[in-house]
């Protein structure tokens, strides 16, 4: 631990400036009314009373969701972009473009950034139209295609249902888009997860559209933070789709605290965060793969661990708490963002995990998998299906899969689970689909069920 960097980060939170707290009138509460003590109403009240000390502006800045202004050490990578689509500007057809990098690289801001600036080119941008899908929220090729041509369906009537074939979709799709004419900039983010899900065959269809249109063109910029996706491509389409290439490298911990002293001098009031905050989140996500959005959600919550102590600071401690907050989080939001199936393969995981203890074989997941899905009214995904989501379960860091021999039985996968199994079983419990099945038995129980049933077998090994 002596070469830990978050040490440096440590000491100067020591030498943490003296806070220079913002007097406020107090709010005055009527009391011949006033509730019974330990009441939620004190909560308020005490809330009320002490005025919002940290934040000077809108909370939300830390949040996800906002567009920050300004994107510091991102500027090579927004010229990049931006000079790969301004032929587009003059209505020439620009190269497809895949853009790769960790999570948290700044990948969709950038790509959001410059879109921004294209569309406020007024009567230029009037010929080209984006289209930004998010593909982990498509679970379909035809849910893909559906939404591209509904987003240009004149009316209500032109829209593509649902219940057709894949190819009418297909040609619909390409008919509606031939109707606007201009440039079409389709960006699909986290395109490995569309793959990961559904083969490449949308892909292809997508990437051959030029050929069928008379009037419109399409251009791909696909964001993934998988850099090995493309190899699972079918060559051609590969090729179309790597026609311009750019890599979004890690934040560096300095790099990381600019992100941070940016937003925090927009969102708090001067002197409440201690030396050392913005150093230690920034140390922790850059351990983290260098991910902006995980140094910008220790510093929210930091603040929020902070409001919660009623602290007129916010120190280092938070940050530390903060850290394992998220961590659960992240596990929980993880979780809850999984397509129904893939819960339910999670889960079976964690049974079985939880019962040998050591790595499983995913035959033995496959055969727990299929019996909950029966016992959850599902029916059951194909093998092939399943080892898809395996791979994704794996990219999203919540198992990890390594090939073993077993001798002259050949070659198989074994996974080994990388979260807290304790936590991870209530985050996938919150669904309704699954809040049918039952938390499996502490593992002491287990055995002694086992040696209550010897002649049932577990996993083989
Ligand atoms: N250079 C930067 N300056 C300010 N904020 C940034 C910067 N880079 C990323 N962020 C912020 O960090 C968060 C994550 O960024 P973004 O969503 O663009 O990452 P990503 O590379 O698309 O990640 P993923 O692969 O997980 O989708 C966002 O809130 C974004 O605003
Ligand atoms: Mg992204």
Redesign the pocket.
Known sequence: MDSDPLRAANDAAGSGRSAAPVAHPPVVVGSSTAPSRNSASDVFDSVLREGPELFKGNREILR?T???S?????EHQIRQVAEILAPALKGNVPSNLLIY??????????VAQVRADVQRRGDLAKKLTFIAVNCGNVETPYSLMQTIGNTFAPTESDRIPTGWSLDRVASTMRELMDVKGGIVLLIL??IDRLVARSGDGVLYTLSEVNNELKHTRLVLIG?S?DLKFTNNLDARVRSRLNEEKIL?PPYDAPQLQD?LR??AGEVFREGVVDAGVIERCAAYAALENGD??RA?ALLRLAAEMAERDRSKRITADHVVKAKSRLEQDIIVECCRTLPPHCKVLMYAILQAYERRREGVQTGDVYDGYTRLAQRLGLQPLHARSISNYLSELENLGLIRATIVSRGRGGRTREIVVDVPVSETFPALLDDPLLAALARPRSLNQTILTNFDNPGRTGPSS
């Open positions: 996800e906002h567009v920050p300004r994107l510091p050490h991102r990098g960790k999570i948290g690289t700044g990948k969709t801001a950038v983010d986290e964001i933070n979004f992100i940016d937003r902006a959005r910008l």
